[in-house]
């Protein structure tokens, strides 16, 4: 069984996290409460996205794992106000799913789970660079490197750089995270200190890794402004984000592999 409520503007951007990347997604529910692990077709970008059971304003759930078109599942939940609640409920019997927004009503035909992307593992990475950066940084990282490329690296290094390198000399001594792009005609980079950051260890390492701007630009835009993201990276390794929605309602994990180059 599974019946719920839950908030329209908590489940409107928890679900545009997981669709940024797939279009259909296994859903498990338990009495944990929501959760999606899912992969892109590319097998480049992953998200995992929790919502715990006291994030709803009621839940109730057996063990259930549930085949969703995030795009049909979108449109109906785009129909809600911010503040309206919206209800779920699972028709056993016809293993439809039917959705309530104040006087709509739709019921919604789920997908064969066992036709949808096997769930991806969750790598447990070690990597030296860890930086806690404000959403609104990282998403104007991103938009410059998309005016000069189509990927762009991020980079921890012990010392800043040099004024002829970021324009600017006022950067941490201790370490910096810095985000850069090269094209064929122009460069863009941004360069955080201690001071423009929540945290920042480098582990006493440098690293580097680049990454498709497509993957990158869609999960940035997914990332909330005041949200404190908690970035980890390597040296030509996955980058992983880790971030909070609505205060903590749900948490969400984006992995996405680098792109390497050949020398």
């Known amino acids: 069984m599974f019946r719920s409520e839950i908030n329209a503007g908590l489940l409107k951007s928890s679900v545009d996290t997981v669709s940024v990347l797939v279009d259909e997604c296994k859903v498990r529910l338990d009495e944990e409460g929501l959760s999606i692990k899912a992969v892109d077709p590319a097998n480049v970008g992953m998200v995992e996205l929790d919502i715990p059971a006291e994030s709803f304003e009621s839940y109730e759930a057996d ?21 309206d609640t919206i209800v779920m409920e699972l028709d056993e019997e016809t293993r439809k799913l039917t959705i309530r927004i104040d006087g709509l009503r739709y019921t919604l035909s789920l997908i064969d789970p066992d ?12 990597l030296p660079g860890d930086i806690d950066v404000a959403g609104r940084e990282l998403r ?11 990927h762009m690296a991020f980079g921890v290094s012990e010392q800043s750089s040099d004024g ?66 908690a970035v980890e990276v390597g040296d030509d390794y996955p980058v992983k984000m880790n971030f909070e929605l609505a205060g903590g309602d749900a948490h969400v994990t984006y992995l996405l592999a680098p792109r390497i180059e050949n020398e």
């Not at 259930?64 to 785009?78: A, P, S």
């Not at 036709?115 to 070690?126: A, G, K, T």
């Not at 390492?205 to 498709?212: G, H, V």
């Not at 630009?217 to 404190?228: L, V, Y």
């Open 63 to 83: 063990d259930e794992l549930l085949g969703l078109n995030l795009v049909r599942f979108e449109d109906i939940v785009g129909m809600a106000n911010k503040g």
């Open 115 to 126: 036709s949808i992307h096997q769930e991806p593992n969750v790598p447990d990475l070690d």
């Open 140 to 150: 104007r990282g991103v938009k410059a490197a998309g005016m000069v490329s189509d």
């Open 164 to 229: 002829a390198s970021t324009g600017s000399t006022d950067v941490s001594d201790d370490g910096t995270f810095y985000m850069r792009a090269e094209g064929d005609t122009d460069d863009v980079r941004v360069d955080l200190g201690e001071d423009d950051l929540i945290s920042l260890d480098t582990g006493g390492e440098e690293a580097e890794s680049l990454f498709s701007l497509d993957y990158l630009d869609s999960m940035a835009k997914a990332i909330p402004n005041d949200a404190a993201v």
